[in-house]
């Protein structure tokens, strides 16, 4: 899916170049044989062309470049067969095209492709021209050799298979072990026709190989799990040893391997041990604080904290200078809070860590931000948006000018939505900005500016900079003044696309929250495109969800949203989720595109009674219609989507959300 939709964006993008091209390509069809044969022709000194027998008797003074349908070349002018056709082998492009992939079209052209580059592995020829995507080239690789295909998780690997080769072999080798049967070994490998690797296997493991045919990616996923996981911590070991360590002052390679530095010091150990676990969990954050008799660590996960451990206080102040250390914060400086970052490697993944201190009465508390980018880089099919607001919200991503803001209070996602759409956007053809504050996230495909107060840098100073330099796309982190909404509004009316976040509570909101910043009605009906206003539910754990038994009110209120009881589920708690019964979060949304009845409306009434009561008349869905949907599939619970939805400040704001729930 992830990419049918950026391939869909891109093309829009770039219809003029890329239309054109396309039609021009049946009419390139015919002549490209004759292409292919370099044309003896042309190498000629062409005095003599009536007599092509003659060509014929001439084979000796050709260079001889080593194929021999290149030396007897002037017999293809005679004869032209159906390239391939003869010395063809049945392989994956063949399967696709049975499997109604490919079309007959393109089975064409991968092959002209596949000659020019000198027949090639057809499978690298099938990517590089973006045909299918990888599952679809796994399933008919497996097609190919009668193998069966399977995505692998996890949860489907034995370790007592995986255990049967060494991890560094399986990884080199891009194979899983993933289940034994009697002497059989059943290996997961996305090249199945490698059969000197499966012969290793055999020999390595003493037992019997079957193969099924997987994905690279999903190896790669469920390796760098495995790992992770016989990576052991004994904790109570570590404090143990721990309570005989002071202060340690040494300085360590601090962008090392968490995982190769574990034999270490205690200390170390100690603070390894959190950060990896913390990436591990998914947790956002990582608070150590110190209180009266012990020290208290806390993760922050799918923004709750819970408690992971209280230890001796008299290890925190080492645990704490650890921290400073890796992060080149000053160790002697307790009391003044500091903040750094620190760059670590856990699993093979890059994080950034964003460390912030802060003296309190019995000690300094550090808090420790996780910026895993894996974790904020989603394709927009993953957000969680219903199918029609993902084609909505992508149509607005692909728009050449305007405003689209991204509403919500923090930690609401909405960095992740707008970072997930400009991910979709092709940054080779168009120049993507953005003004952060901070750069969170190092994005590979855009250009990002750090906001420097300290030095001038503001919003605005960067925003007026980055439109001298041709910009198409710019992101600003927020919009917090005057000066940045007009720039802003500027920008969108001189035909930029301009992406930013405001903290308002709905869409509606956002428009009365621009007039108030001080911009005219007129100039934000003319620029405004669209407001997506968003929150985060957690969802329900899958592993001990369960149907909720309900009382009576609460069976009448669920009846008056359309939901029976019987499907009202939520998680009883179990080990996986922390007794807590939700694993991970989605978003929920709210999308107002502004069409002529509300860029009318901006400019006649732009007050907020008045642009929701349009918005709830019109057919669009709240967040907390939204939320309404999610119960229904079961992926929330109720109490998750009243907890987001009815965080509004002031009474009328309730009000709004008892009439929009009784209707
Ligand atoms: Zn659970």
């Given at each position: 899916m992830a990419r049918i939709f950026g391939l869909r964006f891109k093309e829009k993008r770039s219809a003029e170049e890329k239309w054109p091209a396309k039609e021009k390509q049946p009419a390139n069809e015919q002549p490209a044989p004759a292409n292919d044969q370099p044309a003896p022709a042309n190498d000629q000194p062409a005095n003599d062309?009536?007599?092509?027998?003659?060509?014929?008797?001439?084979?000796?003074?050709?260079?001889?470049?080593?194929?021999?349908?290149?030396?007897?070349?002037?017999?293809?002018?005679?004869?032209?067969?159906?390239?391939?056709?003869?010395?063809?082998?049945?392989?994956?492009?063949?399967?696709?095209?049975?499997?109604?992939?490919?079309?007959?079209?393109?089975?064409?052209?991968?092959?002209?492709?596949?000659?020019?580059?000198?027949?090639?592995d057809v499978c690298q020829v099938i990517k590089e021209l973006e045909m299918v995507d990888e599952a679809d080239i796994s399933m008919a690789t497996a097609g190919l050799h009668n193998l069966e295909f399977r995505r692998i998780d996890l949860k489907q690997v034995s370790k007592d298979a995986f255990n049967k080769l060494e991890p560094d072999y399986i990884k080199n080798n891009r194979i899983m072990p993933i289940a034994m049967r009697d002497?059989?070994?059943?290996?997961?490998?996305?090249?199945?026709?490698?059969?000197?690797?499966?012969?290793?296997?055999?020999?390595?493991?003493?037992?019997?190989?079957?193969?099924?045919?997987c994905l690279d990616e999903d190896i790669d996923k469920v390796h760098e799990a495995l790992v992770d996981e016989?990576?052991?911590?004994?904790?109570?070991?570590?404090?143990?040893?721990?309570?005989?360590?002071?202060?340690?002052?040494?300085?360590?390679?601090?962008?090392?391997?968490?995982?190769?530095?574990?034999?270490?010091?205690?200390?170390?150990?100690?603070?390894?041990?959190?950060?990896?676990?913390?990436?591990?969990?998914?947790?956002?954050?990582?608070?150590?604080?110190?209180?009266?008799?012990?020290?208290?660590?806390?993760?922050?996960?799918?923004?709750?904290?819970?408690?992971?451990?209280?230890?001796?206080?008299?290890?925190?102040?080492?645990?704490?200078?650890?921290?400073?250390?890796?992060?080149?914060?000053?160790?002697?400086?307790?009391r003044l809070p500091?903040?750094?970052?620190?760059?670590?490697?856990?699993?093979n993944r890059a994080i950034d860590l964003?460390?912030?201190?802060?003296?309190?009465?019995?000690?300094?508390?550090?808090?420790?931000?996780?910026?895993?980018?894996?974790?904020?880089?989603?394709?927009?099919?993953?957000?969680?948006?219903?199918?029609?607001?993902?084609e909505a919200f992508g149509e607005q991503v692909a728009m050449p000018h305007?405003?689209?803001?991204?509403?919500?209070?923090?930690?609401?996602?909405?960095?992740t939505t707008l970072y997930s759409a400009l991910s979709q956007m092709d940054g080779d053809k168009l120049n993507v900005s953005t003004v952060e504050d901070p750069v969170e996230y190092e994005l590979g495909f855009c250009n990002q500016v750090q906001i420097i107060d300290k030095i001038g840098l503001d919003f605005a100073s960067a925003l007026r900079s980055l439109l001298r330099q041709d910009p198409d796309v710019i992101m600003i982190?927020?919009?917090?003044?005057?000066?940045?909404?007009?720039?802003?509004?500027?920008?969108?009316?001189?035909?930029?696309?301009?992406?930013?976040?405001?903290?308002?509570?709905?869409?509606?909101?956002?428009?009365?929250?621009?007039v108030d910043i001080g911009i005219e009605p007129y100039l934000i009906a003319a620029s405004l495109n669209a407001v997506l206003a968003q929150r985060l539910v957690r969802k329900i754990c899958s592993n001990c969800k369960q149907v909720q038994p309900v009382s009576e009110h609460v069976a009448k209120y669920v009846k008056s949203e359309g939901i029976k009881t019987g499907q009202i589920f939520h998680g009883a708690g179990c080990d996986q989720c922390r007794g807590s019964g939700y694993v991970g979060r989605v978003g929920i949304y709210e999308f107002l595109v502004i069409d002529e009845l509300f860029r009318d409306m901006i400019n006649?009434?732009?007050?907020?009674?008045?642009?929701?009561?349009?918005?709830?008349?019109?057919?669009?869905?709240?967040?907390?219609?939204?939320?309404?949907?999610?119960v229904k599939q079961g992926m929330t619970t109720m109490e998750e989507v009243l907890r987001v939805t009815k965080v509004y400040g002031t009474n009328e704001d309730e009000d709004f959300v008892e009439n929009i729930g009784s209707d």
């Open positions: 062309q009536n007599d092509q027998i003659g060509q014929i008797g001439q084979i000796e003074s050709f260079p001889d470049n080593g194929g021999g349908i290149e030396e007897i070349s002037g017999l293809s002018m005679l004869y032209s067969p159906e390239q391939d056709a003869v010395s063809q082998v049945r392989d994956v492009a063949d399967v696709l095209s049975e499997m109604g992939k490919i079309t007959a079209d393109q089975l064409s052209e991968l092959r002209r492709m596949q000659k020019r580059k000198g027949n090639c002497d059989t070994l059943v290996v997961a490998t996305s090249h199945p026709a490698d059969l000197f690797i499966i012969e290793d296997v055999k020999r390595q493991a003493a037992m019997n190989v079957e193969t099924v045919v016989n990576t052991n911590y004994d904790l109570d070991e570590i404090i143990n040893d721990m309570t005989e360590v002071e202060v340690v002052q040494e300085h360590l390679d601090d962008t090392g391997d968490l995982e190769e530095q574990a034999g270490q010091s205690p200390v170390i150990k100690f603070v390894n041990y959190l950060i990896s676990n913390a990436v591990r969990e998914g947790a956002s954050d990582i608070h150590i604080e110190p209180k009266q008799k012990f020290m208290r660590t806390r993760y922050r996960i799918d923004g709750v904290l819970f408690e992971t451990k209280q230890s001796p206080l008299k290890m925190h102040p080492a645990i704490v200078s650890r921290i400073k250390i890796m992060a080149d914060l000053d160790i002697s400086e307790r500091q903040d750094g970052k620190i760059k670590v490697s856990v699993g964003r460390i912030s201190t802060l003296p309190t009465t019995y000690g300094e508390k550090v808090v420790v931000r996780v910026l895993d980018s894996a974790s904020i880089m989603r394709g927009l099919e993953q957000l969680g948006m219903e199918s029609d607001v993902t305007g405003i689209l803001l991204v509403t919500g209070p923090t930690g609401s996602g909405k960095s982190g927020e919009i917090r003044d005057n000066e940045t909404a007009r720039i802003a509004v500027q920008a969108a009316l001189t035909g930029h696309l301009v992406l930013s976040t405001l903290h308002t509570n709905d869409a509606a909101c956002s428009i009365t929250r621009l006649k009434d732009s007050s907020v009674n008045n642009m929701r009561r349009a918005f709830h008349e019109s057919d669009r869905r709240s967040l907390y219609d939204d939320g309404i949907l999610k």
